[in-house]
């Protein structure tokens, strides 16, 4: 059984940056692609950002040149850098790999 715990998530000022991290547990972690998602409340769950297990990236639009995923096979972790938060990142984050999803952290970003 696979497990995904994110962490770093809580309420930032616009302009501001936060790190999210999700670490997995098990052992196949560096086989697999992976992704950050939210969801904004009446919204529908978006992808934000996916990574290869090679290190290729793709990002959603609205994030592009703010946000920057990253991975470490070594530790089992993905990264989510956001910098430049506007109130429109706020939503809950959550990691994916393959079939399996974190648990969510919320991002706030209000003054």
């Known amino acids: 059984q696979v497990q995904l715990v994110e962490s770093g998530g809580g309420l930032v000022q616009p302009g501001g940056s936060l790190r999210l991290s999700c670490a997995a547990s098990?052992?196949?972690?560096?086989?697999?692609?992976m992704g950050w998602y939210r969801q904004a409340p009446g919204k529908q769950r978006e992808l934000v950002a996916a990574?290869?297990?090679?290190?290729?990236?793709n990002y959603a639009d609205s994030v592009k040149g703010r946000f920057t995923i990253s991975r470490d096979n070594d530790k089992s972790t993905l990264y989510l850098q956001m910098n430049s938060l506007k109130p429109e990142d706020t939503a809950v984050y959550y990691c994916?790999?393959?079939?399996?999803w974190g648990q969510g952290t919320q991002i706030t970003v209000s003054s």
């Open positions: 098990g052992s196949i972690f560096s086989i697999y692609a």
């Open positions: 994916k790999m393959w079939k399996y």
């Open positions: 990574i290869t297990s090679d290190g290729r990236t």
